[in-house]
């Protein structure tokens, strides 16, 4: 897998708890629903597996009964910028600048852990990722791959008058997940307000600048760690979907995954998803998706359950292998119904060799190609297609692209 600027063995790795996250190395299906989804998985040995996955099968699907009209503001871009702030005695979230100390003092009490179970296997008792409630009515950002696969997600809160006490848990709802952005948006409820965190701007940071993060490495809920800003704008190369990252040196392990990254005025400008290592002689190299990047897709998440700017072609299919004597290109395995590409002809079996004159060899051909159009683009695929006899031809096939949904 390609890594821009660095080492040949160097790796990327989400640090979801080890446990409950089974990572596949599949080197011949790809699903290009979306355009195709790249990601990494980890476990607390921190091995590198490569997924190339259907989005259908391994993001929670939202339920079908959410009432998604009148969202809270902080899903208003402009509402955004403009957000009162969380409930609390103290009134952060201005141009003030805390210390770590009153960071965690003030907005501790955001950060939730997260629990899942998945079809057939019973609920883990540890708690295995973070999340951010940004409402008071109890959204929450987390980590798609902190959730992936789960039949149920449960919330653990801590109860705010008695640090003492329990702490209250809470089955969610999966308002929806994005594997390619790594993002999932989460809804817990109850009468009484949730503690809630501002979303900040992120493109406010600078390198050098002291961030925060408050998440629940290894189960060790509400560990709060300090580092700085040590780069902006990181492409790590997982996918083309993959959103720009902050790379901090404030330490981060597994279970902090979905953790807020706050700056020193109390507001989010990350939410935490990997780390890089090489053997045990690299440390704290961390990573948060940019929050202000981060912000379209979980508003589109929490208002329809998927990205609806995302174009898709609408097939899934798998890498054609010529050392085995295939042709080299991508096979159509299937054609989503009532879909352009369906419309337009193209069936199971065409094999895909360009898509507007660039060729496909690969999946991550397609997904190089598919993240540049938009919804609602006419594409050009020239397919070899086989009759009955064994005989081929080469064939241009045009159809728009539609939304991921």
């Given at each position: 897998m390609r890594r821009k600027g660095m080492g040949k063995f160097m790796k990327r790795v989400y640090i979801k708890k080890k446990g409950k996250f089974k990572t596949v190395l599949i080197t011949c299906l790809a699903t290009v629903v979306f355009g195709g989804a790249v990601g990494l998985g980890g476990s607390q040995l921190l091995i590198e597996a490569l997924q190339i996955t259907d989005n259908f099968q391994r993001n929670p699907t939202p339920r079908s009964d959410i009432n998604r009209d009148n969202l809270p503001d902080v899903f208003n871009s402009t509402a955004a910028a403009e957000s009162p702030g969380l409930p609390s005695t103290r009134s952060p979230l201005s141009s003030t600048q805390y210390t770590a100390e009153e960071i965690y003092e003030m907005l501790s009490d955001t950060?939730?852990?997260?629990?899942?179970?998945?079809?057939?296997i019973s609920e883990t008792s540890e708690v295995i990722g973070s999340g951010v409630v940004i409402s008071e009515d109890g959204f929450i950002i987390t980590c798609a791959h902190v959730i992936d696969g789960a039949s149920k997600v449960v919330v653990v809160v801590?109860?705010?008058?008695?640090?003492?006490?329990?702490?209250?848990?809470?089955?969610?709802?999966?308002y929806g997940s994005d594997s390619p952005s790594d993002l999932a948006v989460i809804k817990i409820e109850?009468?009484?307000?949730?503690?809630?965190?501002?979303?900040?701007?992120?493109?406010d940071l600078a390198p050098g600048q002291t961030v925060v993060a408050i998440g629940n490495p290894v189960g060790l809920m509400k560990t709060v760690t300090q580092g700085i800003v040590s780069g902006l704008?990181?492409?790590?190369?997982?996918?083309?979907?993959?959103?720009?990252?902050?790379?901090?040196?404030?330490a981060l392990n597994p279970g902090n995954s979905g953790c807020p990254l706050f700056n020193m005025r109390g507001e989010i400008v990350g939410i935490v998803n990997s780390k890089l290592v090489y053997g045990s002689q690299l440390d704290n190299l961390g990573f948060a998706i940019s929050i202000t990047e981060a912000m379209p897709i979980i508003t589109?998440?929490?208002?329809?359950?998927?990205?609806?700017?995302?174009?898709?072609?609408?097939?899934?299919?798998?890498?054609?292998?010529?050392?085995?004597?295939?042709?080299?290109?991508?096979?159509?395995?299937?054609?989503?119904?009532?879909?352009?590409?369906a419309e337009s002809g193209l069936s199971r079996g065409d094999i895909?060799?360009?898509?507007?004159?660039?060729?496909?060899?690969?999946?991550?051909?397609?997904?190089?190609?598919?993240?540049d159009l938009n919804v609602g683009d006419v594409v050009t695929v020239r397919v070899i297609r086989y009759n009955n006899f064994g005989e081929s031809q080469e064939l241009d096939i045009k159809f728009a692209l539609t939304s991921a949904e």
């Amino acid at each position: 897998m390609r890594r821009k600027g660095m080492g040949k063995f160097m790796k990327r790795v989400y640090i979801k708890k080890k446990g409950k996250f089974k990572t596949v190395l599949i080197t011949c299906l790809a699903t290009v629903v979306f355009g195709g989804a790249v990601g990494l998985g980890g476990s607390q040995l921190l091995i590198e597996a490569l997924q190339i996955t259907d989005n259908f099968q391994r993001n929670p699907t939202p339920r079908s009964d959410i009432n998604r009209d009148n969202l809270p503001d902080v899903f208003n871009s402009t509402a955004a910028a403009e957000s009162p702030g969380l409930p609390s005695t103290r009134s952060p979230l201005s141009s003030t600048q805390y210390t770590a100390e009153e960071i965690y003092e003030m907005l501790s009490d955001t950060v939730v852990g997260i629990k899942t179970a998945s079809m057939g296997i019973s609920e883990t008792s540890e708690v295995i990722g973070s999340g951010v409630v940004i409402s008071e009515d109890g959204f929450i950002i987390t980590c798609a791959h902190v959730i992936d696969g789960a039949s149920k997600v449960v919330v653990v809160v801590d109860d705010y008058d008695n640090p003492n006490a329990l702490p209250h848990e809470y089955e969610a709802t999966v308002y929806g997940s994005d594997s390619p952005s790594d993002l999932a948006v989460i809804k817990i409820e109850r009468d009484e307000p949730f503690s809630y965190a501002k979303i900040g701007n992120s493109s406010d940071l600078a390198p050098g600048q002291t961030v925060v993060a408050i998440g629940n490495p290894v189960g060790l809920m509400k560990t709060v760690t300090q580092g700085i800003v040590s780069g902006l704008q990181r492409d790590l190369g997982d996918n083309p979907y993959m959103l720009p990252s902050i790379q901090t040196d404030a330490a981060l392990n597994p279970g902090n995954s979905g953790c807020p990254l706050f700056n020193m005025r109390g507001e989010i400008v990350g939410i935490v998803n990997s780390k890089l290592v090489y053997g045990s002689q690299l440390d704290n190299l961390g990573f948060a998706i940019s929050i202000t990047e981060a912000m379209p897709i979980i508003t589109e998440l929490t208002s329809h359950g998927f990205v609806t700017s995302r174009a898709m072609l609408g097939i899934t299919g798998r890498e054609l292998s010529p050392m085995y004597g295939e042709p080299e290109g991508f096979w159509v395995e299937t054609v989503r119904p009532g879909t352009p590409a369906a419309e337009s002809g193209l069936s199971r079996g065409d094999i895909i060799i360009s898509i507007n004159g660039e060729k496909v060899a690969v999946a991550s051909d397609i997904q190089s190609i598919m993240k540049d159009l938009n919804v609602g683009d006419v594409v050009t695929v020239r397919v070899i297609r086989y009759n009955n006899f064994g005989e081929s031809q080469e064939l241009d096939i045009k159809f728009a692209l539609t939304s991921a949904e």
